[in-house]
């Protein structure tokens, strides 16, 4: 079975600062999907970035970006310009090819400092 | 509707009492996911539909737990007799087709407490 694995539970950064949460995996697949959801006390899981594992190149989106290793098992995100709104639990996440089912880390809490 | 949606958001149960969940995915989304957030954790996958069928069931936790989605779209998850250990947020999450890259869409959950 896959696993994901966050060894921040907590981490803080200031306002217009960069921060990066780390994430890695357990998996015996070639093919999958990554993905980090942001989850605010709000609890609507939103999508923040995702990465396909045949894709060499790194995702990006605006302020948010992932250093992706596959030999590591290793997934990062790196939130540049951090912003109050910001503050959220960060999820890393592991999807299937073959199935269906999304498998979550057990998450990091990021505080964002005025 | 604009997103997932999820009623009750809060349900207070007494232990043996059943309880069921229902979960309005978005219009036309083939896939719909149900999952269990215990305090502090990760969510953890429960059970999967591909418009009315049942593909994925394996996560539920015991044979209290029972979830449908009889005409591909509204979806129920009931549980029977429940036990203090049910307390979490169980949330919906949708795909608009089948294959796994696409994006899943979480509803906010429902926080159900077991007393």
């Known amino acids: 079975a896959q696993t994901v694995t966050q060894s921040q539970p907590e981490m803080s950064v200031q306002e217009a600062e960069t921060v990066t949460l780390s994430c890695t995996y357990d998996t015996s697949e070639s093919d999958y999907y990554l993905f980090w959801y942001k989850q605010p006390p709000s609890r609507q899981m939103i999508l923040v970035i995702r990465?396909?594992?045949?894709?060499?190149q790194n995702a990006t989106e605006n302020r948010f970006s992932v250093n992706f290793q596959k030999a590591a098992k290793s997934f990062s995100l790196k939130i540049s310009d951090s912003q109050l709104g910001d503050a959220a639990m960060y999820f890393c996440?592991?999807?299937?090819?073959?199935?269906?089912?999304?498998?979550f880390g057990e998450g990091t809490q990021l505080t964002v400092n005025p | 509707g604009a997103g997932v949606s999820q009623s009750p958001r809060y349900k207070v149960a007494k232990r043996g009492q059943d309880v069921a969940l229902r979960c309005d995915p978005i219009?036309?989304?083939?896939?719909l996911f149900w999952y269990q957030q215990a305090l502090g954790q990760g969510p953890e996958f429960l059970t999967y539909?591909?418009?009315?069928?049942?593909?994925?069931k394996s996560g539920l936790p015991s044979d209290r737990f029972f979830a449908e989605r009889p005409e591909g779209s509204v979806s129920t998850l009931k549980i029977q007799r429940t036990q203090q250990e049910d307390s979490a947020v169980y949330l919906c999450?949708?795909?608009?087709?089948?294959?796994?890259?696409?994006?899943?869409?979480f509803g906010p959950g429902t926080r159900l407490t077991v007393l």
């Open positions: 539909f591909q418009n009315e069928a049942q593909l994925d």
């Open positions: 990465q396909e594992a045949y894709k060499q």
């Open positions: 996440a592991y999807g299937e090819t073959s199935g269906s089912r999304l498998t």
């Open positions: 999450a949708s795909r608009r087709y089948q294959g796994p890259s696409d994006t899943q869409y």
């Open positions: 219009s036309g989304h083939v896939s």
